[in-house]
């Protein structure tokens, strides 16, 4: 039996299990591909799914608006024109895409006729006048905007959204957060399938789309096109190029690793199934037979994001490290070896640039910009060095509110998809169903239960390991029993094997009045956020815990039910939220954990002599109401489940700005989950439940959610319980009270549906 503090030993064990499957995902990341060299048309066509799915990973799933011309920025106090060089001239410009979104930055259009267009993609927390000379922050040969238009490029700079947070809350509502605008915007886009990431993407997308709509309408010869970017900028470069062909060529600076540490980055970063199928280096093979400069440059500097203060919390941590150049070097050879089954030229348009011995370079040095440039048909030598910044002409831009309007506008958008977030759920769920009878919509359901499973929440492998079941009795009587009296019944601690490094744990109360060769139900009785089993058995009420469990798990041994509490890892602050963080670039999720878990613990009970396996219904509130949801809605080994102090609208809980509980004024940030809000909320998973019985425990003040917003979900449970004529096999408790068990309409339905008398 395992010693000392079990919750810590789990949380640490997932930890070790998370960061071995990343080590060894590169070695699985080739069945996910079927690379054709017969020809580059052969080879683009098969490599087009993994395109497609990268599309999807970073949500640039939105359909664009055409980009036919650059809106110039101009009014009566002040011409879009705002500076002007020797060789260039600056103007302000904005771009459509999608309806209410616009790109906005500079365009800088050479003196002489242009033969190659470049969007220039500053790092976050750089702006474009910086990168074309206009504002202070980036030495000359940095300005790597300003030396390609210097060299005959047009050059098109566009605004990132930065890691500040000034507009990171709603002071309608007076909620600020610390959370960096890029996490601001992540948070909000992430359960609705988008991801900053992908907004930014579809913004240079759409430039790109101007720049190749200028060439084919004759404005001379069609000019290839590039894309450099740096930090930030360099992902989103890195990203664009892969997914869009007409990109001839992306330099990359600051950017390129393996992300083998991902989960350490901001998590605005962070990107659901990347590792399971990407590396950078399977990235940079979406970019070719076109040409590919990664520029071993020092990263921007970013410790974290702004620090909490007063009014302004909730951002998860995460920070941007230069990585060494041997594992830049290394990512960019395996990237080379990946496709070394094809033509032997395509490997010479990869380069990697860095300074002497390996050291750092750039960004935009002139060995990155010469490789870009020759990559793009020009076979200059050597770069131009003005000496001279351009000249403004006209007040500058009002960078703050700039920076504001492209916060607010992916943010309104953002808000928008989640008011049509409902109508395509319906189009996803219950549109493509049709059920005369309950077991007809069991058998209608399972594909959609294997979705959430597989692709919503991330499944795990089965279990590597037997059970190996190891108990010791549980001393109500010692000091951290918290308070815990038996009346009648034995208390057991279980631990369970699942995977190695991964157990499953709980305490079993045992009734004492069991009878030789008799089958009793059990309930699950789950704790919640930061909770132990322990908290759901006590009946101490200066315990804490005692508040919002009333000891509901004592209480059902009191009435004869075989209990099980079983501990969830969601216990040490970002100690467990980091298990998120690990999980999810691995296509995976704190619920692939807890859904093995509770699936082993479901194996295991139903081997017991004195369990009825029929009968196993699940109990949970807060974070194990949730759990409620999310475990009985896949595992049909649960014959019922409650969920108190959960049941929600899912997804205005998690994106909506409208309420002060909403998370995204919290530092819950492992709450998310990609593209959730998009295909299943609460109702979509309690219809996954039926004909099992579900029931849900609401209080009226509890701020965790709306009477109306769970009013409103659980109605569309109930229609559908009638409608499959199993109406009484479902019902709903509001009580006048908080975030806490109730323990009366729940108790009668266990009785009632579990076949168990009540005392």
């Not at 002007?84 to 790109?103: C, I, L």
């Not at 909490?308 to 830049?328: E, N, Q």
């Not at 959609?448 to 692709?455: A, H, R, T, V």
Request: aromatic share 10%; net charge neutral.
């Amino acid at each position: 039996m395992l010693q000392g503090d079990l919750s810590a030993q789990m949380v640490a064990g997932i930890d070790r299990y998370f960061l071995r499957e990343t080590e060894q995902s590169p070695a699985g990341r080739q069945q996910f591909w079927q690379r054709d060299f017969s020809s580059s048309q052969a080879y683009d066509t098969s490599v087009q799914p993994n395109r497609e799915r990268l599309r999807k990973m970073i949500g640039a799933v939105d359909a664009r608006l055409p980009v036919k011309a650059l809106d110039t920025l101009r009014n009566t106090r002040n011409p879009s024109m705002v500076g002007e060089s020797y060789s260039f001239t600056v103007e302000a410009v904005r771009w459509p895409v999608f309806e209410g979104v616009f790109g906005e930055g500079l365009f800088l259009y050479p003196t002489n006729q242009p033969r190659i267009s470049v969007v220039a993609i500053p790092d976050a927390d750089q702006t474009p006048e910086m990168l074309v000379g206009l504002a202070p922050g980036l030495a000359p040969e940095h300005q790597f905007a300003r030396r390609l238009a210097e060299h005959g490029c047009q050059v098109l700079v566009p605004v990132l959204v930065d890691r500040q947070d000034t507009w990171s809350g709603n002071p309608e509502i007076n909620r600020q957060t610390n959370l960096p605008h890029r996490e601001w915007i992540y948070r909000q886009a992430y359960p609705l399938g988008r991801h900053i990431v992908g907004y930014e993407v579809q913004k240079v997308l759409a430039a790109v789309e101007y720049f190749a709509g200028k060439g084919q309408q004759g404005e001379g010869n069609a000019r290839k096109i590039g894309v450099a970017g740096y930090g930030e900028g360099g992902l989103i470069a890195f990203y664009a190029a892969a997914l869009d062909p007409r990109i001839e060529a992306a330099l990359v600076s600051g950017f390129f690793d393996s992300r083998q540490r991902l989960w350490e980055e901001p998590i605005y970063r962070n990107l659901f199934g990347l590792l399971r199928e990407f590396g950078d280096a399977e990235v940079a093979s979406l970019i070719a037979p076109r040409a590919l400069v990664v520029e071993h440059s020092e990263a921007p500097k970013v410790k974290g994001p702004p620090k909490p203060r007063a009014g302004r919390t909730g951002a998860a941590p995460g920070k941007i490290t230069t990585p060494d150049y041997a594992t830049v070097e290394a990512e960019f050879e395996r990237a080379r070896t990946l496709l070394k089954g094809g033509d032997p030229k395509v490997l010479d348009r990869f380069s990697l640039i860095t300074g002497t011995e390996g050291m750092t370079t750039g960004p935009g040095s002139d060995r990155a910009l010469l490789a870009l440039l020759n990559a793009l048909g020009d076979s200059a030598k050597r770069l131009t060095r003005a000496s001279k910044s351009p000249t403004h002409l006209r007040a500058p831009v009002d960078l703050a509110t700039r920076q504001q309007r492209q916060v607010k506008q992916l943010q309104e958008h953002t808000q928008k998809l989640l008011r049509e977030s409902e109508r395509v759920r319906a189009a996803f769920f219950w549109n493509r169903l049709e059920a005369a009878t309950a077991r007809d919509w069991e058998a209608a359901c399972a594909p959609l239960k294997q979705i959430l499973w597989d692709d919503i929440t991330g499944r795990l492998p089965p279990p590597a390991l037997p059970a190996n079941p190891r108990t010791r009795r549980f001393e109500p009587a010692t000091a951290d029993s918290g308070g815990i009296t038996p009346r009648g019944w034995a208390a057991y601690d279980v631990v369970l094997d699942v995977y190695p490094d991964v157990f499953a744990w709980g305490i079993l109360l045992l009734p004492g009045n069991l009878w030789p060769g008799e089958r009793r139900p059990v309930v699950v009785c789950q704790h919640g956020l930061e909770g132990l089993p322990a908290d759901v058995i006590t009946e101490d009420s200066k315990n804490p815990a005692f508040g919002c469990y009333k000891g509901f798990a004592a209480r059902l041994a009191d009435r004869g039910f075989i209990v099980f509490a079983p501990h969830n890892p969601y216990r040490g602050g970002d100690t467990f939220r980091q298990l998120q963080r690990k999980a999810n670039p691995l296509k995976a999720s704190l619920f692939s954990v807890i859904i093995a878990q509770h699936n082993r613990i479901l194996d295991w009970l139903g081997m017991l002599p004195f369990v009825d396996a029929k009968r196993i219904a699940f109990y949970g509130l807060s974070y194990g109401g949730n759990s409620s949801m999310r475990v009985p809605s896949v595992l049909d080994g649960y014959a019922l489940s409650i969920s108190s102090g959960s049941f929600n609208d899912w997804t205005r809980k998690n994106v909506s700005l409208e309420v002060s509980t909403s998370y995204m004024f919290h530092g819950e940030y492992e709450m998310p989950d990609f593209n959730l809000g998009g295909t299943f909320g609460h109702a979509e998973m309690a219809a996954l439940i039926v004909p099992r019985p579900f029931m849900v425990e609401r209080g009226h003040n509890d701020p965790v959610g709306l009477d109306k917003w769970v009013a409103d979900e659980y109605a569309k449970v109930r229609r559908l319980y009638d409608r499959l004529d199993v109406g009484n096999h479902t019902a709903i408790e509001f009580f006048d009270g908080g975030h806490t068990i109730n323990g009366v309409g729940t108790f009668d339905f266990l009785h009632q549906q579990l076949k168990w008398p009540e005392p």
